[in-house]
Protein backbone atom coordinates (compact mmCIF):
# COMPACT_ATOMS: atom_id res chain seq x y z
CA UNK A 1 0.00 0.00 0.00
CA UNK A 2 1.61 3.18 -1.12
CA UNK A 3 2.80 5.45 1.95
CA UNK A 4 0.43 8.54 2.30
CA UNK A 5 2.57 12.03 0.84
CA UNK A 6 3.63 14.22 3.90
CA UNK A 7 2.27 17.69 4.09
CA UNK A 8 4.37 20.68 5.08
CA UNK A 9 3.54 22.04 8.08
CA UNK A 10 2.88 25.91 7.79
CA UNK A 11 5.71 26.72 9.65
CA UNK A 12 7.83 24.50 7.59
CA UNK A 13 6.75 26.23 4.35
CA UNK A 14 7.14 29.30 5.83
CA UNK A 15 10.75 28.64 6.87
CA UNK A 16 11.30 27.29 3.32
CA UNK A 17 9.67 30.47 1.30
CA UNK A 18 11.94 32.75 0.21
CA UNK A 19 12.14 35.67 1.73
CA UNK A 20 11.53 39.15 -0.51
CA UNK A 21 14.32 41.24 -1.84
CA UNK A 22 13.05 43.84 0.32
CA UNK A 23 13.06 41.85 3.70
CA UNK A 24 16.54 40.80 3.01
CA UNK A 25 17.52 44.29 2.51
CA UNK A 26 16.39 45.30 6.01
CA UNK A 27 17.72 41.66 7.51
CA UNK A 28 21.22 43.15 6.56
CA UNK A 29 20.79 46.24 7.44
CA UNK A 30 19.42 45.50 10.83
CA UNK A 31 22.33 42.97 11.33
CA UNK A 32 25.23 46.29 10.15
CA UNK A 33 22.99 47.91 13.39
CA UNK A 34 24.01 45.38 15.69
CA UNK A 35 27.46 44.80 15.10
CA UNK A 36 27.76 48.61 15.62
CA UNK A 37 28.14 49.59 11.98
CA UNK A 38 25.17 51.91 12.24
CA UNK A 39 24.39 53.51 15.56
CA UNK A 40 21.66 55.31 17.14
CA UNK A 41 21.81 58.80 15.58
CA UNK A 42 23.50 58.23 12.57
CA UNK A 43 22.02 59.03 9.07
CA UNK A 44 22.11 56.33 6.73
CA UNK A 45 23.72 56.64 3.09
CA UNK A 46 20.52 57.63 0.59
CA UNK A 47 19.06 55.33 -1.08
CA UNK A 48 20.88 55.34 -4.28
CA UNK A 49 24.31 55.13 -2.34
CA UNK A 50 22.36 51.97 -0.28
CA UNK A 51 21.03 50.68 -3.60
CA UNK A 52 24.61 50.44 -5.75
CA UNK A 53 26.55 49.07 -2.26
CA UNK A 54 23.68 45.95 -1.85
CA UNK A 55 23.15 45.34 -5.45
CA UNK A 56 19.24 45.92 -5.65
CA UNK A 57 16.93 47.80 -7.07
CA UNK A 58 16.24 51.10 -5.09
CA UNK A 59 12.12 50.15 -4.59
CA UNK A 60 13.45 47.21 -2.54
CA UNK A 61 15.58 49.51 -0.39
CA UNK A 62 12.55 52.44 -0.21
CA UNK A 63 10.02 49.09 1.04
CA UNK A 64 13.28 47.77 3.38
CA UNK A 65 13.52 51.28 5.07
CA UNK A 66 9.48 51.83 5.38
CA UNK A 67 9.86 48.26 7.15
CA UNK A 68 12.26 49.16 9.23
CA UNK A 69 10.73 52.56 10.14
CA UNK A 70 7.47 51.06 11.01
CA UNK A 71 8.56 48.57 13.60
CA UNK A 72 10.35 51.52 15.08
CA UNK A 73 14.24 51.10 14.16
CA UNK A 74 14.80 54.06 11.71
CA UNK A 75 12.64 57.62 11.66
CA UNK A 76 12.72 60.40 8.50
CA UNK A 77 14.73 63.50 9.73
CA UNK A 78 13.39 66.66 9.25
CA UNK A 79 15.59 68.19 5.18
CA UNK A 80 15.27 64.27 4.27
CA UNK A 81 17.26 61.12 4.88
CA UNK A 82 16.98 58.42 7.52
CA UNK A 83 18.53 58.30 10.81
CA UNK A 84 19.08 55.40 12.76
CA UNK A 85 16.53 55.34 16.31
CA UNK A 86 16.82 52.26 17.94
CA UNK A 87 18.70 48.64 18.04
CA UNK A 88 15.93 46.95 19.84
CA UNK A 89 13.10 48.34 17.68
CA UNK A 90 11.13 49.98 20.61
CA UNK A 91 11.26 53.76 21.29
CA UNK A 92 11.29 53.83 25.08
CA UNK A 93 12.38 57.50 24.97
CA UNK A 94 8.69 59.24 25.25
CA UNK A 95 7.73 56.58 27.82
CA UNK A 96 10.92 57.25 29.83
CA UNK A 97 10.89 60.90 29.47
CA UNK A 98 7.28 61.01 30.87
CA UNK A 99 8.69 59.14 34.06
CA UNK A 100 11.50 61.77 34.78
CA UNK A 101 10.05 65.32 33.55
CA UNK A 102 7.84 65.64 36.17
CA UNK A 103 9.15 63.45 38.89
CA UNK A 104 12.92 65.56 40.09
CA UNK A 105 13.28 62.09 42.62
CA UNK A 106 12.69 60.01 38.99
CA UNK A 107 15.52 62.68 37.15
CA UNK A 108 18.18 62.17 40.39
CA UNK A 109 17.86 57.91 39.84
CA UNK A 110 18.39 58.70 36.30
CA UNK A 111 21.30 61.15 36.99
CA UNK A 112 22.95 58.66 39.12
CA UNK A 113 22.43 55.44 36.94
CA UNK A 114 24.18 57.64 34.22
CA UNK A 115 26.98 58.21 36.95
CA UNK A 116 27.32 54.54 37.55
CA UNK A 117 27.40 53.66 33.77
CA UNK A 118 29.95 56.31 32.49
CA UNK A 119 32.69 55.94 35.05
CA UNK A 120 32.58 52.56 33.71
CA UNK A 121 32.61 53.77 29.98
CA UNK A 122 35.64 56.35 30.76
CA UNK A 123 37.76 52.79 32.07
CA UNK A 124 36.94 51.15 29.05
CA UNK A 125 37.50 54.13 26.75
CA UNK A 126 40.86 54.21 28.19
CA UNK A 127 41.73 50.46 27.39
CA UNK A 128 40.34 50.37 24.20
CA UNK A 129 40.07 53.74 22.48
CA UNK A 130 42.07 54.00 19.00
CA UNK A 131 44.05 56.77 18.18
CA UNK A 132 41.15 57.84 15.72
CA UNK A 133 38.85 57.93 18.45
CA UNK A 134 41.23 60.02 20.41
CA UNK A 135 41.60 62.38 17.81
CA UNK A 136 37.82 62.78 17.27
CA UNK A 137 37.23 63.06 21.24
CA UNK A 138 40.11 65.97 21.33
CA UNK A 139 37.72 67.61 17.89
CA UNK A 140 34.42 67.44 20.16
CA UNK A 141 35.91 69.09 23.02
CA UNK A 142 37.39 71.95 21.25
CA UNK A 143 34.20 72.41 19.80
CA UNK A 144 31.89 71.94 22.79
CA UNK A 145 34.24 74.86 24.42
CA UNK A 146 34.54 77.30 21.86
CA UNK A 147 33.86 80.06 22.94
CA UNK A 148 32.47 81.57 19.80
CA UNK A 149 30.24 78.95 19.78
CA UNK A 150 26.57 79.87 20.49
CA UNK A 151 25.47 78.94 24.03
CA UNK A 152 21.81 77.41 22.64
CA UNK A 153 24.45 74.25 21.27
CA UNK A 154 25.91 73.41 24.42
CA UNK A 155 23.53 70.36 25.08
CA UNK A 156 23.89 69.44 22.12
CA UNK A 157 27.78 69.68 22.16
CA UNK A 158 27.81 67.78 25.48
CA UNK A 159 25.39 64.61 24.44
CA UNK A 160 27.72 64.78 21.33
CA UNK A 161 31.30 64.85 23.33
CA UNK A 162 29.85 61.81 25.69
CA UNK A 163 28.57 59.69 23.45
CA UNK A 164 31.90 59.46 21.37
CA UNK A 165 33.63 58.54 24.67
CA UNK A 166 31.17 55.89 24.42
CA UNK A 167 31.87 55.29 20.69
CA UNK A 168 35.38 54.75 21.77
CA UNK A 169 34.43 51.86 24.43
CA UNK A 170 33.92 49.27 21.60
CA UNK A 171 30.84 48.06 23.19
CA UNK A 172 27.78 48.28 20.78
CA UNK A 173 25.28 47.29 23.82
CA UNK A 174 26.82 50.08 26.30
CA UNK A 175 26.21 52.32 23.74
CA UNK A 176 23.14 51.75 22.66
CA UNK A 177 21.56 52.05 26.18
CA UNK A 178 23.97 55.43 27.05
CA UNK A 179 21.58 56.21 23.71
CA UNK A 180 18.80 56.37 25.16
CA UNK A 181 19.21 57.39 28.19
CA UNK A 182 21.14 60.56 27.05
CA UNK A 183 18.28 61.53 24.86
CA UNK A 184 15.73 60.90 27.77
CA UNK A 185 17.98 63.27 30.08
CA UNK A 186 18.47 66.08 27.24
CA UNK A 187 14.62 65.98 26.86
CA UNK A 188 13.89 65.93 30.63
CA UNK A 189 16.54 68.77 31.18
CA UNK A 190 14.82 71.12 28.73
CA UNK A 191 11.54 70.58 30.19
CA UNK A 192 12.91 71.98 33.09
CA UNK A 193 14.80 74.37 31.67
CA UNK A 194 17.74 73.34 33.55
CA UNK A 195 19.93 75.32 31.45
CA UNK A 196 18.76 78.50 32.59
CA UNK A 197 20.26 77.32 35.87
CA UNK A 198 23.90 77.37 34.48
CA UNK A 199 26.21 80.37 34.19
CA UNK A 200 29.93 80.88 33.55
CA UNK A 201 31.17 78.78 36.50
CA UNK A 202 29.55 75.99 35.76
CA UNK A 203 30.49 76.19 31.93
CA UNK A 204 34.56 76.40 33.03
CA UNK A 205 33.68 73.50 35.35
CA UNK A 206 32.33 71.37 32.85
CA UNK A 207 35.48 72.33 30.46
CA UNK A 208 38.01 71.20 32.98
CA UNK A 209 36.52 67.96 33.56
CA UNK A 210 36.07 67.56 30.09
CA UNK A 211 39.63 67.63 29.96
CA UNK A 212 41.00 65.52 32.28
CA UNK A 213 38.46 62.94 31.17
CA UNK A 214 39.56 62.80 27.17
CA UNK A 215 43.46 63.46 28.32
CA UNK A 216 43.24 60.39 30.82
CA UNK A 217 41.61 58.31 28.22
CA UNK A 218 44.78 59.55 25.85
CA UNK A 219 47.22 58.64 28.55
CA UNK A 220 45.52 55.02 28.34
CA UNK A 221 45.40 55.67 32.15
CA UNK A 222 42.11 53.56 32.92
CA UNK A 223 41.83 54.29 36.94
CA UNK A 224 42.79 58.07 35.88
CA UNK A 225 39.70 58.22 33.36
CA UNK A 226 37.37 56.59 35.64
CA UNK A 227 38.06 58.68 38.82
CA UNK A 228 37.93 62.27 35.91
CA UNK A 229 34.47 60.97 34.99
CA UNK A 230 33.30 60.41 38.03
CA UNK A 231 34.80 63.70 39.58
CA UNK A 232 32.80 65.15 37.02
CA UNK A 233 29.51 63.61 37.14
CA UNK A 234 29.13 63.60 40.96
CA UNK A 235 30.10 67.03 40.64
CA UNK A 236 27.34 67.80 37.78
CA UNK A 237 24.61 65.72 40.14
CA UNK A 238 25.61 68.14 43.24
CA UNK A 239 24.37 71.10 41.08
CA UNK A 240 21.57 69.79 39.57
CA UNK A 241 20.68 68.65 43.43
CA UNK A 242 21.09 72.17 44.04
CA UNK A 243 19.88 73.68 41.18
CA UNK A 244 16.47 71.99 41.33
CA UNK A 245 15.82 72.30 45.05
CA UNK A 246 16.07 76.11 44.18
CA UNK A 247 13.59 75.87 41.50
CA UNK A 248 11.28 73.54 43.56
CA UNK A 249 10.90 76.33 46.59
Known amino acids: MPSAKMTPAPDDQETKRPK ?8 QLLEKISDGIFLPGDRLPGERQLAETMKVSRVSVRAALQKLKTRGYLRAVQGGGTEILSSTGIDMDTAMTD ?4 S ?4 RD ?3 IRCTLETW ?5 AI ?4 EDIKLLRIAYRQAHDPRRASKYRADDDHRLHMMIGRATGSIIYYHVMKMLHDVLQAALMEIRFNNLTGPSFDRMVQEHHHDII ?3 AAR ?3 AAEKAMSNHLQAVLDFFKTASDKQST
Request: hydrophobic residues 45%.
Open 20 to 27: RIADQVAD
Open 99 to 102: LVRD
Open 104 to 107: ISNL
Open 110 to 112: LQE
Open 121 to 125: AARRA
Open 128 to 131: NASD
Open 215 to 217: EAI
Open 221 to 223: DPD
